[in-house]
């Protein structure tokens, strides 16, 4: 299958900063790329998802100024953090598919999450 | 919205015997498609099956297979001559044509040798 890699892997930051998470398809082209959390034994949430060249649609309670998303590529989505705090603290995880949605099934991939940890 | 409910939370197999997860579903989608996703300990979401809701024939994929009971909204995952490493989270989720998952809430398996 195809491959989504999310960078970094894990990241430690201190309250009040940024923290930016990339999300990339390595080898296939994303119309839309979704961003998910998941805390610890629980499943995951959808955040917002993001088509390519316009602006992400958030999930009902997240705070869109807070959780910044932009897919400004075919290959590449970034989810900052803003002003990050320890109830931030969670594995995100982000998903790509190649198409449109509607059209025939495309498959959807995801990358291996990003841990982060606000201190 | 749709909700995916998996009512066992953990579940346990002796290795080499066979276990069935469970997972029910509710959408007002004509269109929508299955999956199993498994995610171990290191988090990467794996996918274990598919099946399309419009196909009847239950999908397999080698030891793992479904059995999809539509009118029931129902989407058991078999998994058959357990192995240690099919010990992970497993989730159910739903997907109208192509746009976001939902997920149900996550069955832990353990494999017992």
């Known amino acids: 299958g195809a491959v989504v890699s999310q960078h970094p892997s894990r990241v430690i930051c201190k309250s009040g900063t940024s923290v930016k998470i990339e999300c990339r398809s390595l080898?296939?082209?994303?119309?839309?790329m979704f961003w998910y959390r998941q805390f610890p034994k629980q499943s995951l949430m959808l955040m917002a998802t993001s088509n390519e060249g316009s602006k992400a649609t958030y999930e009902q309670g997240v705070e869109k100024d807070k959780f910044l998303i932009n897919h400004a590529s075919l290959t590449l989505s970034t989810l900052t953090v803003t002003s990050a705090h320890p109830e931030d603290s969670s594995f995100y995880i982000c998903?790509?598919?190649?198409?449109?949605?509607?059209?025939?099934?495309?498959?959807?991939?995801f990358g291996p999450g990003t841990r982060l940890t606000v201190l | 919205a749709q909700t995916v409910t998996q009512s066992q939370p953990e579940m346990s197999v002796q290795e080499a015997e066979t276990v069935t997860l469970s997972c029910t579903y509710d959408t007002s989608e004509s269109d929508y498609y299955l999956f199993w996703y498994k995610q171990p300990p290191s988090r990467q979401m794996i996918l274990v099956i598919r099946q399309e809701a419009y196909k009847q024939q239950n999908a397999t994929e080698n030891r793992f297979s479904v059995n999809f009971q539509k009118a029931a909204k129902s989407f058991s995952l078999k998994i058959s001559d357990s192995q240690l490493g099919d010990a992970a989270m497993y989730f159910c989720?739903?997907?109208?044509?192509?746009?976001?998952?939902?997920f149900g809430t996550g069955t832990s398996l353990t494999v017992i040798p």
């Open positions: 989720a739903s997907n109208p044509y192509g746009n976001q998952f939902y």
């Open positions: 998903s790509a598919r190649e198409g449109l949605a509607g059209g025939p099934y495309n498959e959807q991939f």
């Open positions: 080898d296939f082209q994303a119309t839309t």
